[in-house]
Every structure is written in C-alpha cells, then in structure tokens.
C-alpha cells in the first residue's frame, strides 16, 4: 500500500490523471507479483523443512515404541520431549505458512452460507473432551438466533477453534467458556467469553500480530506460537469482517467477530420435466 506522501510525490512527476493512474497500476502488479513470490518461495521452504520433519517425527515414533531396543526412564522422557517438540515445529511451520498465504491475498475462500449456530456447535463438539480434561465447560447459549453469514465454512472453522483453543488454554481448571451468537444491523457476529486471567494491558495493541504473546510466567507456559491471533484476524478480515475483544484483568475475556450476513442464493433453476406422455389418440 502506498502512503499518501509517496502518492502526491508520484501524482507531481506525471503529467496528467491518466499516467497518475497507469503509473498506480503498474506499481500494484509489481507489488502483486512480489506477494506471489514471496509466497511461492516460503511455500518452498515450508516444504523442504517438512519433508525431513516428518522423517526425524517417524524416528522418534519408532524409538518411544521401543522397536530399538528398551529405553532406561531417561531416555524415553527425553524422546517425549523431543517428539512435543517435533510437534510444535510442524505447526509452526504450517501457520506460518498459512499465514503468509492469508496476508499475501493469495488464499482463497470459498464463499457460501453459513449457518453460526450450527459452526459454533461443531466446534464446541469437538473441543468438549480437550476442556474436559481441565473440567472446562463449554456452552452455547441456547437463546441464540439462528444467524447465516457469508463466509468460508472450513476457515471460519479455523477462527473458532483458534479462539476456543485459546479460551481452553488460558482459562483456569472447573471454569466455564460461553458462545454467543447476535446481530448487528445486517451483519452477523458471534463472540467468546472466558473467565480466564484477562489479556496483559502490554499486549493489548499487539496481541493480533505476529509472534506476541503474554510475558507472564504462567501464559508464556501454556505454550504457542504466537500466529494464532494473527491467522484469525487474516481470516476474518479476508471474509470482509471484522474481530476485537474486550478483556479485563483478572475476570476474563471475549473475543467478537462480526461477518457480512449471507446473500441470499437464487434458487436453481427448476428442472424441467419431459413433457407428460399424453395417451390420447
Ligand atoms: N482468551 C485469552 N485469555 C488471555 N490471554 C489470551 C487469550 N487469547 C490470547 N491471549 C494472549 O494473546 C497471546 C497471543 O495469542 P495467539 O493465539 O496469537 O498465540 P498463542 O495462543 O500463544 O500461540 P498459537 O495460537 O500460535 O498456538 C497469547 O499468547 C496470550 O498471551
Ligand atoms: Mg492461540
């Protein structure tokens, strides 16, 4: 994106409207072009860390079923280590990944209607024996209307997990996490609330950028990435929407996320029946 300075600075070297805006264009292919490479080749290189990752995961897999032999106590704690570790580093990449596509706009979505309560419910679903461990409760509140937004199910999908999975993680054992669903003039959103220990005033500017995570003894234990705040906004904001949260220390918090509601489809065209046979003369 240009700034406005860089925009007057170009706009005083041309010599009227038209090259102003041919000049505008030929800059944002450029720009575009870059995005793509600069994408195709962390794409590349996600690729080639992925491939001998999986070989050192198959290794580790092998030694902690002890096909090489008994390991003594040590070791095997030490294989455990490794192979969380070997995890963290997958999804390391792969967010990585994904969010370099979300934030070159070379990630498509596949637009369609989508049903919020029924999202939500899935999600809550699949969630349910993660929290459980934690005696974690989640709800959907059953007073909430039945809302359609135009979105890409499977990426919405991704939002809602992030947002559960970061509810889950930073609240505290025997507590619950609440999903809502609302409107907002045309737009859907839905938000979600947890009794956890707020997002530190420090990071509330940056918590939607990369890498940033709380410096907190217990957040920085919980462990992460730091992407998955920034894979959230890329997605939501791909999909024309919007997502802010409302925090307080000590309490809790929610995040919300706002979405175009959904256009309404024209109906396929009715089939058109062969004509009746007609069996009079
Ligand atoms: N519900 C929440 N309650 C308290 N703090 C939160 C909450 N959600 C996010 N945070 C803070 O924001 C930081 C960034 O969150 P984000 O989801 O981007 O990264 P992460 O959860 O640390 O790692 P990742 O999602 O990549 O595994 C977290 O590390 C935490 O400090
Ligand atoms: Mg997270």
Same mark, same amino acid.
């Given at each position: 994106?240009?700034?406005? &300075?860089?925009?007057?600075?170009?706009?005083?070297?041309?010599?009227?409207?038209?090259?102003?805006?041919?000049? *505008?264009?030929?800059?944002?292919?450029?720009?575009?072009?870059?995005?793509?490479?600069?994408?195709?080749?962390?794409?590349?290189?996600?690729?080639?860390?992925?491939?001998?990752?999986?070989?050192?995961?198959?290794? *580790?897999?092998?030694?902690?079923?002890?096909?090489?032999?008994?390991?003594?106590?040590?070791?095997?704690?030490?294989?455990?280590?490794?192979?969380?570790?070997?995890?963290?580093?997958?999804?390391?990449?792969?967010?990585?990944?994904?969010?370099?596509?979300?934030?070159?706009?070379?990630?498509?979505?596949?637009?369609?209607?989508?049903?919020?309560?029924?999202?939500?419910?899935?999600?809550?679903?699949?969630?349910?024996?993660?929290?459980?461990?934690?005696?974690?409760?989640?709800?959907?509140?059953?007073? %909430?209307?039945?809302?359609?937004?135009?979105?890409?199910?499977?990426?919405?999908?991704?939002?809602?997990?992030?947002?559960?999975?970061?509810?889950?993680?930073?609240?505290? %054992?025997?507590?619950?996490?609440?999903?809502?669903?609302?409107?907002?003039?045309?737009?859907?959103?839905? %938000?979600?609330?947890?009794?956890?220990?707020?997002?530190?005033?420090?990071? &509330?500017?940056?918590?939607?950028?990369?890498?940033?995570?709380?410096?907190?003894?217990?957040?920085? &234990?919980? +462990?992460?990435?730091?992407?998955?705040?920034?894979?959230?906004?890329?997605?939501?904001?791909?999909?024309?929407?919007?997502?802010?949260?409302?925090?307080?220390?000590?309490? +809790?918090?929610?995040?919300?996320?706002?979405?175009?509601?959904?256009?309404?489809?024209?109906?396929?065209?009715?089939?058109?029946?062969?004509?009746?046979?007609?069996?009079?003369?």
């Amino acid at each position: 994106m240009l700034t406005e &300075q860089q925009r007057s600075r170009i706009r005083a070297c041309c010599k009227d409207e038209q090259d102003f805006t041919t000049v *505008l264009e030929i800059i944002e292919a450029e720009r575009r072009k870059l995005e793509h490479s600069k994408t195709d080749f962390f794409s590349e290189v996600g690729h080639e860390l992925r491939t001998p990752l999986t070989t050192i995961q198959g290794t *580790l897999a092998l030694l902690a079923k002890e096909v090489a032999g008994p390991l003594p106590d040590k070791a095997r704690e030490m294989v455990e280590q490794a192979i969380k570790d070997s995890i963290r580093l997958r999804d390391l990449i792969n967010y990585f990944i994904d969010l370099q596509r979300l934030q070159s706009g070379s990630a498509e979505f596949r637009l369609q209607p989508v049903d919020l309560y029924r999202l939500l419910d899935q999600a809550l679903t699949n969630l349910r024996p993660f929290a459980a461990r934690r005696q974690i409760r989640l709800a959907l509140d059953e007073n %909430s209307p039945r809302v359609r937004v135009e979105a890409d199910p499977d990426r919405l999908a991704q939002v809602i997990s992030n947002l559960l999975s970061n509810a889950i993680k930073f609240s505290p %054992s025997a507590s619950t996490i609440t999903a809502e669903i609302g409107r907002s003039g045309a737009a859907g959103r839905f %938000s979600i609330s947890d009794q956890g220990p707020g997002i530190p005033p420090e990071i &509330q500017q940056r918590v939607f950028r990369r890498f940033v995570k709380a410096d907190t003894g217990e957040q920085r &234990q919980a +462990g992460g990435s730091g992407l998955g705040l920034s894979i959230c906004k890329a997605i939501v904001e791909g999909l024309n929407g919007r997502i802010w949260f409302t925090t307080a220390v000590g309490s +809790g918090t929610t995040f919300h996320v706002e979405l175009p509601a959904a256009t309404p489809h024209p109906a396929p065209a009715p089939e058109r029946k062969a004509a009746a046979h007609d069996p009079s003369p």
